[in-house]
């Protein structure tokens, strides 16, 4: 079973309907036991930094995450998701974050629209598993802070919005993704199959 954090925030049943289109059973939860209890844990997000890790900490899933990271279960973060990822969080404040991953989250420098929002190309700093078969290098975003400060073999894919930026990130068996598969039609349903896929 799959694993998708509920703290309260996010797009929570379009990430799980896009898992059970791809016939994997997928749960909504913010049970410790049943992160436990899955095969694999999602951390998607929608919304600001501070309340979101709040939220996590607030239901103790912050250290239920980690513990089950630790021990080797496949996890991913998704847009404010993979923010949580990072060491800290500079959104309307500095906040601590889950730090499975170096980093810090900041704002957009750039004289563009902010939000970043629509469709964008990926680049290759290295290729894992999550990205098997995928040749359409366009994915789906919607944000306004970023991953900064992330060393280079962490770094998976970046992206080009102003100037370049970290779009995913890979350590070991967790992986995040700035960008949305769920919306990123067929070449998003690829990427989210991958990460079931991982065993």
């Known amino acids: 079973m799959i694993a998708i954090v509920d703290y309260g925030m996010g797009n929570l049943r379009s990430v799980q309907k896009a898992f059970e289109l ?3 059973d997928a749960a909504v939860t913010d049970s410790k036991s049943s992160l436990a209890d899955a095969s694999h844990i999602v951390l998607p997000g929608v919304g600001a930094f501070r309340d979101a890790i709040a939220a996590l900490t607030e239901k103790g899933l912050d250290e239920a995450i980690k513990k089950e990271v630790a021990k080797g279960k496949p996890f991913l973060g998704i847009c404010l ?3 949580m990822l990072f060491d800290k969080s500079y959104e309307d404040g500095e906040y601590d974050g889950l730090g499975l991953v170096g980093g810090d989250v900041v704002k957009f420098a750039t004289d563009l629209k902010i939000p970043h ?11 894992t598993r ?13 944000h306004s802070y970023h991953a900064a400060n992330v ?4 770094v998976e894919t970046t992206c080009v919005y102003g100037y370049e930026f970290v779009a995913s990130v890979n350590r070991d068996n967790v992986w995040g993704v700035q960008f949305h598969p769920e919306k990123s039609g067929d070449t998003g349903l690829r990427l989210l199959k991958n990460f ?3 065993k």
């Open 22 to 24: 791809l016939g994997y």
């Open 81 to 83: 998701g993979m923010q």
């Open 117 to 127: 929002i629509g469709w964008n190309t990926l680049f290759y700093n290295k290729r």
């Open 130 to 142: 999550l990205f098997d078969g995928i040749d359409d290098n366009y994915f789906y975003f919607v």
């Open 151 to 154: 060393a280079k073999c962490d």
């Open 196 to 198: 079931g896929d991982i």
